[in-house]
């Protein structure tokens, strides 16, 4: 460099000037970058890494996902749709839901030496047996050379049967038993019950499931299950228990004992519009209410009405176990009657309306004049010229001992409990249906009681009838239709009409919200009813509500569309077997 150019760069240094581009690469060596080529593709690459290939050969040619599984099996329970965890834990997963997925990460071996990115399920045909699962993960190729690599698992879904399966249908294994009961004619009250537990998931820890002639044996494992049952039976009904436990064997040396546990569970025998005679001490308690009501609905406590004032109480299971009574008649009693003129009042409490009305027994209908007055609380439902079922009193005796207390003058003629609906004897169809529980028949009871062929046939035919009563209630009570899980009928011929599916030895409690409803008559709960909905029911249809094909008209409610659900919980593994 010249002593001018040098004297140059000073001077622009002092003086804030930039030094020139050129000037400063003759001060500053240049650097080079060792490159060196792939051995395979012989792409440039920085030598520097000391890598012998570049980054897209190496990924061709290592693979981190050698020691990881590429095939494995899920063992499938196909009584309790449960899948195994090893060693020895059954637990319950959807199709592609993240708790079969992390089931199905724990099955591979391998996995924990490289890291997990993504993972998720190929659709697969649900009767292949086939799970199908996609990975991506990432891992060490060479030293500080991490790469990310993607791959498919298949597992192959084993039908087998769980222990607890493998225990119900084995005799004697149970630990724990809840013995359902009550004391009536009728067999409906467990109709509605079935309904609730069924709604509410309430069988799932049941081992079996058996039924008797008067109520429902259920079967635990475990004495804790049981007790759940209880709760549940409490929640939902009046009821009492009794527990009794019996000693099966006992270790002298560790002083080990092993128990059967059974609970006795009774209802109160008293069923919605059941007439009722309280005991003077209970009626004086609940606010000096009459002792002739009717019960209005019956749920974890029994709802009793004074149709002639509208005084409502509310008698706990426990105030009616100190002092039990029996009712003086049940709906099988009701008596059918013509509405000849109604006047309405003006106390009114909820959906319930005080009326007179001026009712004929329709039997006496072109026979004789005979009239009755008497004072009702349907007066927000009935119309003239309509039915209504009713407990007629005139002349009529119990033999019961708190009928003698009654004031026999106070007695009315005539207690209308609720409207009637014209009906064929024989449905055409439903467009819904109900699920219903797969239960055992006890034949050694059966066997005992030493029933003949034709008595067998009798009681059928009655627990037939009562099942059909409680659907004719579900289609008149929207109130206990919104308590219970009600299904679209598949393959329906006439969608807007109902198909009466086939009757099992059950029996019904029904609800408002937890309530039971244990109606013994074509119809329940029609005082809950809508009074707008009634009303627009009365005046589309003023026919005889049915048609010539044996189709509803008229005044007869029908269960709407949006009240039905879609079976798509039946769609599992065990249906495509079926399919296949």
Same mark, same amino acid.
């Given at each position: 460099?010249s002593y001018q150019?040098a004297?140059?760069?000073?001077a622009?240094?002092?003086?804030?000037?930039?030094v020139?581009l050129a000037?400063?690469n003759?001060?500053?060596?240049?650097q080079t970058i060792?490159?060196?080529?792939?051995?395979n593709?012989g792409?440039?690459?920085?030598?520097?890494?000391g890598?012998?290939m570049?980054?897209d050969?190496?990924?061709? /040619?290592?693979?981190?996902?050698?020691?990881i599984?590429?095939?494995?099996?899920? /063992?499938?329970c196909?009584n309790c749709?449960r899948f195994?965890?090893?060693?020895n834990?059954?637990?319950?997963a959807q *199709?592609e839901?993240?708790?079969?997925l992390?089931?199905?990460? #724990?099955r591979?071996k391998g996995?924990?030496?490289?890291?997990?990115i993504?993972a998720s399920?190929i659709?697969?045909?649900?009767? /292949?047996?086939?799970?199908?699962?996609?990975?991506?993960?990432?891992?060490e =190729?060479?030293?500080?050379t991490?790469i990310?690599?993607?791959?498919?698992?298949?597992?192959?879904?084993i039908?087998t049967?769980?222990p607890?399966?493998a225990?119900?249908f084995?005799? !004697?294994?149970w630990r724990?038993t809840?013995?359902?009961?009550?004391k009536?004619p009728?067999k409906?009250?467990?109709f509605?019950?079935?309904?609730l537990i069924?709604?509410?998931?309430?069988?799932?820890d049941?081992?079996?499931?058996?039924?008797t002639k008067?109520?429902?044996?259920?079967?635990?494992s475990?004495k804790n299950h049981?007790? &759940?049952?209880?709760?549940?039976?409490a =929640?939902?009904?009046p009821?009492?228990?009794k527990k009794s436990?019996? +000693?099966?064997?006992?270790?002298?040396?560790?002083?080990?004992?092993?128990y059967?546990?059974?609970?006795s569970?009774?209802?109160?025998?008293?069923?919605?519009?059941d *007439?009722v005679?309280?005991?003077? @001490?209970i009626?004086?308690a609940s606010?000096?209410?009459?002792?002739?009501?009717?019960?209005?609905?019956?749920g974890?406590?029994?709802?009793l009405?004074?149709?002639?004032t509208l005084?409502t109480?509310?008698?706990?299971?426990?105030?009616?176990w100190?002092?039990?009574?029996?009712?003086? =008649?049940?709906?099988?009693?009701l008596?059918?009657?013509v509405?000849?003129?109604?006047?309405?009042t003006?106390l009114?409490?909820? #959906?319930?309306?005080? =009326?007179?009305?001026?009712?004929?027994?329709?039997?006496?209908?072109?026979r !004789?004049?005979?009239?009755?007055y008497?004072r009702?609380?349907?007066?927000g439902?009935l119309?003239?010229?309509?039915?209504?079922?009713?407990?007629?009193?005139?002349?009529? !005796?119990?033999?019961?001992e708190l009928?003698?207390?009654?004031?026999?003058?106070?007695v009315?003629?005539?207690?209308?409990?609720?409207k009637s609906?014209?009906?064929?004897? @024989?449905?055409?169809?439903?467009?819904?249906? +109900? &699920?219903?529980?797969?239960?055992?028949?006890n034949?050694?009871?059966?066997s005992g009681?030493?029933? /003949?062929?034709?008595?067998?046939?009798i009681?059928?035919?009655?627990v037939e009838?009562d099942?059909?009563l409680?659907?004719?209630?579900l289609e008149?009570?929207?109130e206990?239709?919104?308590?219970?899980?009600?299904? #679209?009928?598949?393959?329906?011929?006439?969608p807007?009409?109902?198909?009466?599916?086939?009757?099992?030895?059950m029996?019904?409690?029904?609800a408002g919200?937890?309530e039971m409803?244990?109606g013994?008559h #074509?119809?329940?709960?029609?005082e809950?009813m809508?009074?707008?909905?009634?009303?627009d029911?009365?005046?589309?249809?003023a026919?005889?509500?049915?048609s010539d094909?044996?189709?509803?008209e008229g005044s007869?409610?029908?269960?709407? +569309?949006?009240e039905l659900?879609?079976?798509?919980?039946?769609?599992? +593994?065990?249906?495509?077997d079926?399919?296949?």
């Amino acid at each position: 460099m010249s002593y001018q150019s040098a004297f140059g760069i000073t001077a622009a240094a002092i003086s804030g000037g930039a030094v020139p581009l050129a000037s400063r690469n003759e001060q500053e060596p240049q650097q080079t970058i060792a490159t060196v080529l792939c051995c395979n593709c012989g792409v440039p690459i920085d030598g520097t890494s000391g890598l012998p290939m570049c980054y897209d050969c190496i990924k061709l /040619s290592v693979d981190i996902t050698e020691g990881i599984q590429r095939e494995s099996s899920l /063992s499938f329970c196909r009584n309790c749709e449960r899948f195994l965890r090893p060693p020895n834990q059954w637990v319950s997963a959807q *199709l592609e839901s993240r708790e079969l997925l992390a089931l199905c990460l #724990k099955r591979l071996k391998g996995l924990a030496k490289v890291r997990l990115i993504d993972a998720s399920f190929i659709w697969t045909e649900p009767h /292949s047996r086939r799970i199908k699962v996609k990975l991506t993960v990432q891992g060490e =190729a060479f030293a500080n050379t991490i790469i990310q690599q993607s791959f498919e698992v298949e597992f192959v879904v084993i039908a087998t049967q769980c222990p607890d399966c493998a225990k119900s249908f084995t005799a !004697n294994t149970w630990r724990a038993t809840v013995q359902i009961r009550q004391k009536v004619p009728h067999k409906r009250t467990f109709f509605y019950l079935e309904q609730l537990i069924l709604k509410h998931n309430a069988h799932r820890d049941t081992i079996s499931i058996q039924e008797t002639k008067d109520g429902l044996d259920f079967f635990y494992s475990q004495k804790n299950h049981a007790a &759940k049952m209880i709760d549940f039976l409490a =929640a939902v009904a009046p009821i009492r228990t009794k527990k009794s436990e019996e +000693l099966i064997s006992m270790d002298t040396h560790t002083s080990v004992r092993s128990y059967k546990f059974t609970y006795s569970v009774e209802l109160v025998p008293v069923c919605k519009d059941d *007439l009722v005679c309280l005991p003077k @001490k209970i009626a004086r308690a609940s606010g000096n209410i009459a002792q002739l009501t009717l019960c209005n609905r019956v749920g974890n406590s029994m709802h009793l009405l004074d149709p002639q004032t509208l005084d409502t109480m509310d008698l706990q299971p426990t105030a009616y176990w100190r002092q039990p009574f029996t009712t003086l =008649a049940t709906t099988l009693n009701l008596t059918e009657f013509v509405v000849l003129d109604i006047e309405v009042t003006n106390l009114k409490k909820g #959906k319930m309306s005080l =009326a007179d009305a001026t009712v004929a027994r329709s039997s006496d209908m072109g026979r !004789n004049d005979s009239t009755y007055y008497v004072r009702t609380h349907l007066g927000g439902i009935l119309h003239p010229g309509d039915t209504a079922l009713g407990y007629f009193l005139s002349n009529v !005796n119990f033999n019961h001992e708190l009928w003698d207390t009654l004031d026999q003058s106070k007695v009315p003629d005539v207690v209308l409990v609720k409207k009637s609906y014209p009906r064929k004897k @024989k449905n055409k169809g439903r467009s819904w249906r +109900l &699920k219903r529980m797969a239960k055992e028949y006890n034949e050694m009871e059966d066997s005992g009681n030493s029933m /003949s062929s034709k008595q067998r046939q009798i009681e059928q035919d009655r627990v037939e009838r009562d099942y059909e009563l409680f659907l004719q209630e579900l289609e008149e009570d929207p109130e206990l239709r919104s308590t219970i899980n009600m299904y #679209k009928q598949a393959n329906s011929q006439n969608p807007g009409r109902q198909i009466l599916p086939k009757a099992s030895k059950m029996e019904g409690i029904e609800a408002g919200d937890v309530e039971m409803d244990t109606g013994d008559h #074509k119809m329940a709960g029609v005082e809950n009813m809508d009074v707008d909905h009634a009303k627009d029911s009365d005046e589309e249809g003023a026919d005889d509500g049915v048609s010539d094909d044996g189709s509803y008209e008229g005044s007869l409610p029908e269960v709407g +569309l949006d009240e039905l659900l879609d079976e798509i919980d039946e769609l599992t +593994l065990e249906d495509g077997d079926h399919e296949e």
